[in-house]
């Protein structure tokens, strides 16, 4: 079956501008992951959904990142005034949450969206 | 969630076992070993997972040590294909869909397969 897709596969954007990036997570995954990755370093965690609302935003770095998941499927992350710094690959995940516990969900991963802020 | 240490970097020759491991000395009774690997320009993939005994699927083995506090991924004939970031994630049985759910990447162990 399909897996989680994200759009665009890369974006550049000068500074200041505004981005959303888009996930498609795997039909029927009620739990939704944004990460984002720099150069050199593991996926780090930003916003987790479960349904349509942010169970956890704690990852997120300021005011200038959003995250939507309004029907409980396909999430949009926003970037507001982009800086330099927000370059990266952000990557998308979904996972059914087992009724076992997060012990032994899997996550399935997108391909990543990379940011290039100019 | 629990702190893993990895190696940097590890090589291997195609067609040969690889063992990777991963130190988890601080582990609690209720976390899960995860193993995920990501390939160049992909996404993490999950690779398996464990609790206390050795389990085996179609992509590796994952050996944990009797008092839990490591474990190795085994790759049973590397091929070129396997050349990817190897991470080592703890994650707790107990937290169920909460705002926990998230995985802890660390730096992982960056697998090289020579020809």
């Known amino acids: 079956g399909a897996g989680v897709s994200q759009t665009p596969s890369n974006k550049v954007t000068e500074k200041g501008k505004y981005v959303e990036l888009r996930c498609d997570p795997i039909?029927?995954?009620?739990?939704l992951y944004w990460y984002r990755q720099s150069l050199g370093q593991g996926p780090e965690f930003l916003i987790y959904?479960?349904?349509?609302?942010?169970?956890?935003d704690s990852g997120l770095p300021n005011d200038r990142f959003f995250a939507v998941r309004p029907e409980g499927s396909v999430s949009t992350l926003k970037i507001q005034r982009t800086e330099r710094g927000d370059s990266a690959v952000y990557l998308c995940?979904?996972?059914?949450?087992?009724?076992?516990?997060?012990?032994?969900?899997?996550?399935?991963f997108g391909p990543g969206t990379r940011l290039t802020v100019l | 969630d629990a702190k893993t240490t990895q190696p940097n970097s590890m090589e291997s020759n195609e067609e040969e076992p690889v063992h990777l491991p991963c130190n988890h000395s601080t582990i609690s009774g209720t976390d899960y070993i995860h193993w995920y690997r990501q390939l160049p320009s992909q996404g993490p993939e999950y690779v398996i997972h464990?609790?206390?005994s050795n389990v085996n699927n179609r992509m590796a083995s994952l050996a944990i040590a009797e008092d839990r506090k490591s474990s190795t991924l085994i790759l049973h004939r590397a091929t070129l294909r396997d050349a990817a970031v190897y991470y080592c994630i703890l994650r707790d049985v107990l937290i169920y869909g909460g705002s926990q759910g998230n995985l802890i990447f660390g730096k992982g162990t960056k697998l090289s397969v020579k020809p």
């Open positions: 959904f479960q349904g349509t609302g942010a169970a956890d």
């Open positions: 039909s029927g995954h009620t739990a």
């Open positions: 995940a979904s996972s059914i949450t087992g009724t076992s516990g997060v012990g032994t969900d899997t996550q399935y």
């Open positions: 464990g609790l206390t």
